[in-house]
T-cell receptor
Framework: AQTVTQSQPEMSVQEAETVTLSCTYD???????LFWYKQPPSRQMILVIR??????QNATENRFSVNFQKAAKSFSLKISDSQLGDAAMYFC?????????????????FGEGTQLTVNP | KAGVTQTPRYLIKTRGQQVTLSCSPI?????VSWYQQTPGQGLQFLFE???????NKGNFPGRFSGRQFSNSRSEMNVSTLELGDSALYLC????????????FGPGTRLTVT
């Protein structure tokens, strides 16, 4: 079974600064997807960024970028120019790329989450 | 395009009762997944429905069940409620199984007293 670990329960950053959230995962599969989701106080889960395991190039979405190290099974999220609106719980998630089987389809495996505080 | 809607948003039930939660996916989406979020266990996958059939199930007791209708709307039912069932229940919709992106609803906050 796949597992996702976020070792930082809480992080804080000054507005306009850069912060990196860590995530490691364990899987025996070779093809999969990794995601970072944001959950603000409203509890609505919002997709921040995604990465396909077969792509070596790290994904980037505006101020958000990832450092994907497949061999090390590491997937960190970097937030540049942090804004007050970035304050939220951030979840790292894994999804198999296979369409069949117990761990496949749309099933996401989430990490424990990292609570990010942005200080003005 | 309307997002994923979940009803009700808040619910208070008593131990031993049963509850039904509803999820309406984004128009055209045929896959619906359910997750339970608690402070102790985090986010855990409950089940996934596609084309009115359960395709995948997480490690939850048989008290947790669900179904999907022909219009892709999904319901989940919890029978014989326990205090530990208090949680935020999230549903997510996707165009099809294995779609790249899933979109989450706002959740239903269930409190069991």
């Amino acid at each position: 079974a796949q597992t996702v670990t976020q070792s930082q329960p809480e992080m804080s950053v000054q507005e306009a600064e850069t912060v990196t959230l860590s995530c490691t995962y364990d899987t025996s599969e070779s093809d999969y997807y990794l995601f970072w989701y944001k959950q603000p106080p409203s509890r609505q889960m919002i997709l921040v960024i995604r990465q396909e395991a077969y792509k070596q190039q790290n994904a980037t979405e505006n101020r958000f970028s990832v450092n994907f190290q497949k061999a090390a099974k590491s997937f960190s999220l970097k937030i540049s120019d942090s804004q007050l609106g970035d304050a939220a719980m951030y979840f790292c998630a894994y999804r198999s790329a296979y369409s069949f089987g117990e761990t496949s389809g749309s099933r996401l495996t989430f990490g424990e989450g990292t609570q990010l505080t942005v200080n003005p | 395009k309307a997002g994923v809607t979940q009803t009700p948003r808040y619910l208070i039930k008593t131990r031993g009762q049963q509850v039904t939660l509803s999820c309406s996916p984004i128009s055209g989406h045929r896959s619906v997944s359910w997750y339970q979020q608690t402070p102790g266990q985090g986010l855990q996958f409950l089940f996934e429905y596609f084309s009115e059939t359960q395709r995948n199930k997480g490690n939850f007791p048989g008290r947790f069940s669900g179904r999907q209708f022909s219009n892709s709307r999904s319901e989940m039912n919890v029978s014989t409620l326990e205090l530990g069932d208090s949680a935020l229940y999230l549903c997510a919709s996707a165009l099809r199984r294995g779609s790249y992106e899933q979109y989450f609803g706002p959740g239903t906050r269930l409190t069991v007293t």
